[in-house]
Structures are given as structure tokens and as C-alpha cells.
């Protein structure tokens, strides 16, 4: 089975905290990513990465950053945690190409900033 | 605008009973669609997955189709049961490397006795 594991299921940090969320694939997948859900917008893309040290801005990148050094593990950082980023925070992984990939899911991290 | 749009946005049904859920797309062209199921504070775990050029894919009591003639997609589910109450999200996949996504907001079912 694959697996998707995120470091944390619950994280409370105050404004202006560096928080790191972590993300470890144990498939050799080559894409990894970090999405945000809140209620009514979906699953928003906010980075991801096709390769190792490789990673290209989805669609809300401001105030987020990521580091992807191994390619089992890909990093997400708030380098000044604001309150409108408390969310809940997937990351996914899925090989690189072919007309079946999958994409798994972390059990996601719910983060509140306060 | 949302290039995924699901209905219903909520459904309530008995134990037992079937429904469907609906997805329009505007993404094209597209590699792949999928149904995604999310139970409340977990990550997404895939029921199916279909090409541009498949109808119909079954998972157990999943039923999904696809007319990529009207866009549309949905997800019936047969004899529902307590445990189908989540949220069912419709995804569709771009074409080419890098398996960029595209989420629908999701059809929340609960499932009553």
C-alpha cells in the first residue's frame, strides 16, 4: 500500500511562528504536492514538485514555501504564520506520467493559528 | 469559475437508498477523471479513475460514468450505507507530465437511518 504520511494531525501556532509541515512518501513517486481545503473553495494547489530540489508555484503560493532536498519528503513552510492560514493542509503524491496515475493523499494536518 | 462543478453541494438519504452525484467540467483536454471520497478530517482516497475515453468504471457499490460529449461525470451509489456519509470530490487530471489536478468543491452525503 502507499503510503502518504504528514508529520502532524492537528497543529496550533501563533502569528507570526515559522511552521514547518512535513511530508514523507514511501512509493519512489516523483511528483509531490501541498494542497489547502477550506469550506466551499475545494482543494487549492499551493506548490508542487516533480523532481528533487524541483518546485513550481501553484495556484496560492503567497505566504508559503517549500523544500524538497530527498525525493520521498517534501516540506511545506510558513515563514510567518498568519491567521488566515489556518486551514487544513493535504499533501499528495503520484508517479510522474501514464493515463492511470494516481494521486494519494496524506490524512492531512489541520493547522489553526491563533 | 470553478472548471469542476459538483451537484448537489449537500444530499441527505436513508440507509439502503441509492443516489447520484453530478460533476460538470470545463477542462479539456483532460488526462484522466476521478471520484474521490473524503471522510471528515481525513485525506481524499480514490474510488475510480476513468480516461477521456471510457464510459463506465465500477468500484463495489461506486458506479462512475463519463460523456465527454457533454462533459458531465457522475457517481451513483447502490445500497448506500451508513459509512458512504463524506464528502465526494470529482477531479480532473490534465494532460501531460506533472498530473496537475483540478477539484471540484465536493457533494457532502450523509447517509440516515
Known amino acids: 500500500d502507499v503510503k502518504v504520511t504528514q508529520s502532524s494531525r492537528y497543529l496550533v501556532k501563533r502569528t507570526g511562528e515559522k511552521v514547518f509541515l512535513e511530508c514523507v512518501q514511501d512509493?519512489?513517486?516523483?511528483?509531490m504536492f501541498w494542497y489547502r481545503q477550506d469550506p466551499g473553495l475545494g482543494l487549492r494547489l499551493i506548490y508542487f514538485s516533480y523532481d528533487v530540489k524541483m518546485k513550481e508555484k501553484g495556484d496560492i503560493p503567497e505566504g508559503y514555501s517549500v523544500s524538497r532536498e530527498k525525493k520521498e519528503r517534501f516540506s511545506l513552510i510558513l515563514e510567518s504564520a498568519s491567521t488566515n492560514q489556518t486551514s487544513m493542509y493535504l499533501c499528495?503524491?503520484?508517479?510522474?506520467?501514464?493515463?492511470?496515475?494516481?494521486?494519494?493523499f496524506g490524512q492531512g494536518t489541520r493547522l489553526t493559528v491563533v | 469559475k470553478n472548471q469542476v462543478e459538483q451537484s448537489p453541494q449537500s444530499l441527505i438519504i436513508l440507509e439502503g437508498k441509492n443516489c447520484t452525484l453530478q460533476?460538470?467540467?470545463?477542462?479539456?483536454?483532460?488526462?484522466?477523471l476521478r471520484w474521490y471520497k473524503q471522510d471528515t478530517g481525513r485525506g481524499p482516497v480514490s474510488l475510480t479513475i476513468?480516461?477521456?475515453?471510457?464510459n463506465t468504471k465500477s468500484n463495489g457499490r461506486y458506479t462512475a460514468t463519463l460523456d465527454a460529449d457533454t462533459k458531465q461525470s457522475s457517481l451513483h451509489i447502490t445500497a448506500s450505507q451508513l459509512s458512504d456519509s463524506a464528502s465526494y470530490i470529482c477531479v480532473v487530471s490534465l494532460p501531460g507530465g506533472g498530473n496537475k489536478l483540478t477539484f471540484g468543491t465536493g457533494t457532502q452525503l450523509k447517509v440516515e437511518l
Open positions: 512509493m519512489d513517486h516523483e511528483n
Open positions: 476513468m480516461t477521456f475515453s471510457e
Open positions: 499528495a503524491s503520484s508517479p510522474y506520467r501514464g493515463r492511470y496515475t494516481e494521486a494519494f
Open positions: 460533476c460538470n467540467y470545463t477542462v479539456s483536454p483532460f488526462s484522466n
